[in-house]
């Protein structure tokens, strides 16, 4: 979503909701049927709650309580890009994710303030505070010409509401639109805003999440971005990740990240994480959903994919998304399914575990190759004409979901990267396999996103993040095969045959 005169920045949310929720009551509320354990999605689709309405989880804000999700969102029925103001904020509830009850309207228009004619109310977030037993609302609110830049607080006892609104600030004095929360495995609570004189802050809540607090930092913010906009942040396994948006006014972008293992920093320097090129697959960051399960934890990238024109019928783009020490990825699936009870996950555009391919390059037409068909380790990987040979040939071997390790045919090693090196420019290699994140290759499709029949994909080492590159973009026998940054050029495009 955009303001008239910029894209209007996505930020997300993922918090931890509490698990011990007994004394709020929750009377009232619609129940939502029961699904199968099994979801099921098609990205970039028409995508209705179960009424049969378009869902308008628009700028998603999503929290869970129990074994129930509720989602919030901006309702645009009717808007468009020149005629977007606030109606109200809907609040829906499923217990498998892809099948949304409409539960009632956690805000509504009032008839003047904040939250009346003519106001945009954006990005509505929510956290439940434990420790007094209350779910807290974060919202953007602006006039017209997005001059106020503010943000709204607004407080319930149940997750659906109606939430009791109390009031606008700037976060210590700082211009803020659009935004997102996180809450901490400890409990507390951030919030996560777009200043336009310096950039992308994050912020401590108070106790009580219902103001901000110095953290004695840049402008008493725990951390700053500089040029980046449409934040979500999660944590994983110690490792924070900030997803953020460039700024480019209404066009899109190849949205990025960075990661730290503390908020207030060292953070890394901001990359891709989907193919360069793609404009994250022509979305922008709204939120990430952790979805735990007895298997393990799979994580969501939930994009809003605007129309202009009609912005209530905006595709909201659901793709898993890879989150490996501190590597994060997403790659494109025309279609996928997620087992709750598992948090695990499953793609129709993952090529078949087991299965046998030459990696035909689609800048020079030759293909991923053993140098002097090695059989030993350390044998260096270059591209040469297809003459059929085993050291030409590779097997994909499924870890989870999208992620691979690709053994050579002729040795039986594994497609490897060096010393577990996260340099761009280290030549590829094939090394025994060792299970490690620098032999596990994310397979991101550049191709089925805009045709179902395109099996052309971006290989990104997990260990580093860079992807596998003909060096120099050669188009001659011999090229090296190094990693290097998702740039959307062909030289790093491999296709499976």
């Not at 619609?30 to 099994?38: C, G």
């Not at 802050?201 to 901000?212: E, H, Q």
């Not at 030549?427 to 191709?447: H, I, Y």
């Not at 099996?455 to 011999?478: F, K, R």
Request: hydrophobic letters at 35%.
């Amino acid at each position: 979503m955009f303001t008239r005169s910029r894209r209007r920045t996505v930020s997300a949310v993922i918090c931890a909701a509490a698990t011990a929720l007994s004394a709020l009551a929750l009377v009232g509320l619609a129940q939502a049927p029961a699904h199968a354990a099994t979801s099921q999605f098609t990205p970039g689709q028409a995508w209705t709650d179960t009424s049969g309405t378009t869902l308008q989880m628009h700028g998603l804000g999503i929290v869970k309580v129990g074994s129930t999700w509720y989602g919030f969102g901006e309702d645009k029925t009717g808007e468009s890009s020149g005629n977007a103001f606030f109606q109200d904020i809907p609040c829906y509830s499923s217990t498998d994710l892809s099948h949304w009850t409409l539960q009632s309207r956690a805000l509504s228009k009032q008839s003047s303030g904040d939250l009346g004619p003519n106001r945009v109310v954006e990005r509505p977030k929510v956290l439940f505070n434990s420790s007094t037993n209350t779910f807290v609302m974060y919202l953007h609110i602006d006039n017209s010409s997005y001059g106020e830049a503010k943000v709204g607080v607004a407080t319930s006892s149940t997750p659906c509401g109606p939430y009791s609104y109390r009031g606008s600030f700037q976060p210590l004095g700082h211009q803020s639109r659009d935004l997102g929360l996180f809450q901490d495995t400890d409990g507390s609570g951030y919030l996560l805003s777009e200043d336009r004189a310096s950039g992308l802050r994050i912020d401590k809540l108070s106790s009580d999440y219902l103001s901000v607090v110095s953290a004695g930092g840049s402008g008493g913010s725990v951390a700053l971005f500089a040029d980046y906009e449409a934040p979500a942040m999660v944590k994983a396994n110690g490792t924070y990740f900030v997803l953020g948006s460039h700024l480019t006014g209404w066009n899109l972008n190849d949205n990025a990240y960075t990661t730290a293992t503390s908020l207030s920093g060292p953070w890394s320097a901001f990359k891709d994480f989907a193919p360069a090129g793609t404009n994250t697959y022509q979305t922008q960051t709204a939120n990430i959903i952790p979805v735990a399960g007895s298997s393990g934890t799979s994580y969501i990238y939930a994009g809003d994919r605007w129309n202009l024109n009609s912005l209530g019928e905006s595709q909201l783009v659901w793709l898993p998304l890879t989150l490996s020490g501190t590597t994060a990825n997403v790659g494109w699936q025309n279609s996928w399914s997620l087992d709750v009870g598992a948090g695990t996950w499953s793609g129709s555009s993952n090529p078949a575990s087991g299965s046998t391919h030459y990696l035909t390059n689609a800048n020079s037409s030759l293909v991923m190759d053993v140098s002097g068909a090695s059989t030993a380790s350390g044998g260096v990987i270059i591209q040469w004409a297809n003459h059929g040979g085993t050291n030409q040939q590779w097997t994909l071997h499924q870890v989870a979901g999208n992620v691979y390790t690709i053994t050579n045919g002729n040795s039986g090693l594994c497609l490897d990267v060096p010393n577990r090196s996260t340099t761009g420019g280290t030549q590829l290699d094939q090394a025994t396999c060792n299970g490690g994140s620098n032999q596990q290759w994310a397979l991101d499709s550049v191709g089925s996103y805009t045709s179902s029949s395109d099996t052309s994909y971006e290989l990104a080492a997990l260990n580093s993040g860079l992807v596998a590159d003909v060096s120099s973009g050669a188009t001659t026998q011999g090229g090296k095969v190094i990693q290097w940054s998702t740039n959307g050029q062909a030289n790093q495009t491999w296709k499976l045959s």
